[in-house]
């Protein structure tokens, strides 16, 4: 397939690269294929191939900083967006069960405030249960409702998120900008990155399967986290995932398995001594960290300085959802919630109405929605390309430690991942609308997996001389010991 223009796309990959320091050079590898884009508001489809194309220009450069002849990076911009459909993952069951309409629990929804706006809500039964205890009502969504009506937006969410409630006040793009977090959000650069001294170790990149020897310590949640190291193992790295007994994730898996290709995923309580001093082992061998836990958790078990002083070569990767300096850096956020903080649901909304007979049903993941109020953009971008990106980051880290010897941390957040692509303008129009899901190309064969027979999509990305796979199939919650295998 010929290479197309997709300016934007490029625009984006140039941003995330330089936010990680690296040579513009190396872009150059990397083109771009495939016309047309998810109907939206917002250049998804570009930022999607983008996101890919950063992790792919990452293992080009490792390689070559191995002494590899430089790899040549192809990313399809149509598969890139079929991949950034919730279930987060390439695999389609063989024997489905029948189509079912959408259903989302009772509490993944959004009510009107008496301000003419919107309150979001998160449906994981943890939050469920705070927002109930805070209002002082029945386990019921139309008693929440009830008491949210009455209110304002912005003191509703306050009081909510003062108790640990994941919540958001809509907003349009330019109230965020003006708004002290989404200031302070906007000021931070796409991906801060520090390093440190230290005197590197002796691994190196092997051409065909880069990241093999490479044991990546995996302390994330939901889908960016969790995406990031993914395509980690899918270049040979050992990820180990820990979550503590009786998790929500692991009592739920609501995203189901894909996300867990490739990994071990272990139980370890880091709320006891003994889980602590196991995490201790396991960081000082590891070679990067990736962690998303709420706001201040993995400093409370292990601080930098001692993640530090443990393991000095280390490569981390860390993200929150509201930026690390402003007003809201220490507030629980996930995608679909920061989507209605930045505004992107209103311009979705607003993008939708302006052309209600063409634009309206609008389509997210997969799914036809009204636009009777604010809504998600097509895919939830904002986790997906954050997960890509810190797949980057960390190759990147491990080839600064190849060439210098040096540890380091990089840090993202979802808000900033948002203020790249709003920034970025309108969705170019020309080319087919994409609609997902996408039927195919599939790959030529058949995977097990906990839920049964499945077939995958082949990867928007191909890398020169690196095919890219998955050693083994998802692990059910808590089947792998903490330790490394090798």
């Not at 930026?323 to 809201?328: F, K, L, N, S, T």
Request: one cysteine or more.
């Amino acid at each position: 397939m010929s290479e197309t223009t997709q300016p934007l796309a490029r625009a984006f990959l140039s941003e995330m690269w330089a936010a990680l320091g690296g040579d513009a050079s190396v872009t150059e590898r990397v083109t771009f294929t495939g016309e047309g884009s998810l109907p939206g508001a917002f250049a998804q489809t570009d930022l999607a191939a983008a996101s890919f194309g950063v992790a792919g220009a990452a293992v080009s450069e490792l390689l070559e900083a191995g002494g590899a002849p430089a790899s040549a990076v192809e990313v399809d911009r149509v598969l890139s967006s079929g991949w950034f459909l919730l279930p987060p993952g390439p695999s389609r069951l063989l024997n489905p069960p029948p189509p079912r309409p959408v259903h989302f629990p009772p509490f993944h929804t959004e009510i009107a405030t008496t301000d003419g706006r919107w309150l979001r809500l998160h449906g994981f039964p943890a939050n469920r249960e705070r927002v109930v205890k805070a209002l002082g009502v029945e386990d019921d969504i139309e008693a929440v409702a009830a008491v949210v009506r009455e209110r304002a937006a912005d003191e509703i969410e306050q009081e909510l998120v003062d108790v640990g409630c994941v919540v958001a006040a809509s907003r349009t793009p330019e109230e965020w900008f003006a708004h002290p977090a989404g200031a302070a959000v906007d000021a931070e650069p796409l991906a801060a990155v520090t390093e440190f001294a230290a005197e590197g170790s002796g691994w190196r990149p092997t051409p065909g399967r880069p990241l093999s020897g490479i044991k990546v310590l995996d302390l994330t949640r939901v889908v960016a986290g969790p995406t990031g190291t993914r395509f980690l193992a899918a270049l040979g790295a050992e990820v180990l995932r820990i979550d503590a007994p009786g998790s929500e994730e692991s009592r739920h898996v609501p995203l189901g398995y894909d996300l867990l290709l490739g990994k071990r995923w272990a139980f370890l309580d880091l709320k006891t001594p003994e889980g602590v001093e196991q995490f201790k082992r396991l960081l000082a061998e590891a070679d990067v960290l990736v962690h998303g836990y709420r706001p201040g958790a993995i400093d409370g078990f292990v601080p930098e300085e001692e993640r530090r002083r443990l393991n000095p070569d280390l490569v981390e990767v860390a993200l929150r959802a509201y930026g690390w300096e402003g007003p809201w850096s220490m507030r629980r956020g996930f995608d679909t919630v920061v989507q209605f903080s930045v505004g992107l649901a209103n311009a979705t909304q607003e993008w939708a109405l302006a052309d209600p007979s063409h634009r309206v049903p609008l389509q997210i993941n997969g799914y036809d929605f009204d636009a009777s109020r604010p809504r998600h953009t097509p895919v939830e971008g904002l986790d997906l390309a954050t997960g890509y990106q810190i797949a980057a980051a960390a190759i990147r880290g491990l080839t600064k430690r190849l060439q210098t010897g040096a540890g380091s941390t990089t840090k993202y957040s979802l808000a900033r991942t948002a203020s790249l692509l709003i920034k970025a303008g309108p969705n170019p129009a020309g080319g087919p609308d994409i609609r997902l899901p996408l039927d195919g190309p599939w790959e030529d064969r058949v995977y097990g997996s906990p839920l049964g027979p499945v077939k995958r999509m082949v990867f928007p990305i191909g890398i020169e001389r690196t095919p890219l796979f998955w050693d083994k199939t998802p692990d059910r919650p808590g089947a792998a010991a903490p330790v490394w295998n090798s």
